[in-house]
């Protein structure tokens, strides 16, 4: 059964800086497409960064681009956001999520993804 674990959540301040891992253990990770969605309470899950199988090539939300970066190591299964300059309006749980796809794209819509985490909190306050 494959699954995905995330960690890496916490609380930074406005303008700090984190990154949140997504671990893999169930599957080959490289035949896989990936991604992280977030859901801030009140609000549907929304669309943040994604990574076509390989590592090749990465999609991003307008609201996150040049502040976020998503990366993946194959050797060790893991997919990782680091997230720079954030602010409060990042606060959210964000969820990553896996596809077998040998997509050239990554798809930024949830649907298309049939594997997720349990997710980690993100909070951005002072």
């Known amino acids: 059964q494959a699954q995905l674990v995330e960690s890496g959540g916490g609380l930074v301040q406005p303008g700090g800086s984190l990154r949140v891992s997504c671990a893999a253990p169930?599957?080959?990770?490289?035949?896989?497409?990936m991604a992280w969605f977030r859901q801030a309470p009140g609000k549907e899950r929304e669309f943040v960064a994604a990574?076509?199988?390989?590592?090749?090539?990465?999609k991003y939300a307008a609201s996150v681009k040049d502040r976020f970066i998503i990366s993946g190591d194959n050797a060790k299964n893991t997919m990782f956001l680091q997230m720079n300059s954030l602010k409060p309006e990042d606060t959210a749980v964000y969820y990553c999520?896996?596809?077998?796809?040998?997509?050239?794209?990554?798809?930024?819509?949830?649907?298309?993804?049939?594997?997720w985490g349990q997710g980690t909190q993100v909070t951005v306050s002072s």
């Open positions: 999520a896996a596809v077998r796809s040998f997509a050239s794209m990554p798809r930024d819509y949830a649907s298309w993804y049939n594997i």
């Open positions: 169930g599957f080959t990770f490289s035949n896989y497409a």
């Open positions: 990574i076509a199988w390989g590592l090749q090539n990465t």
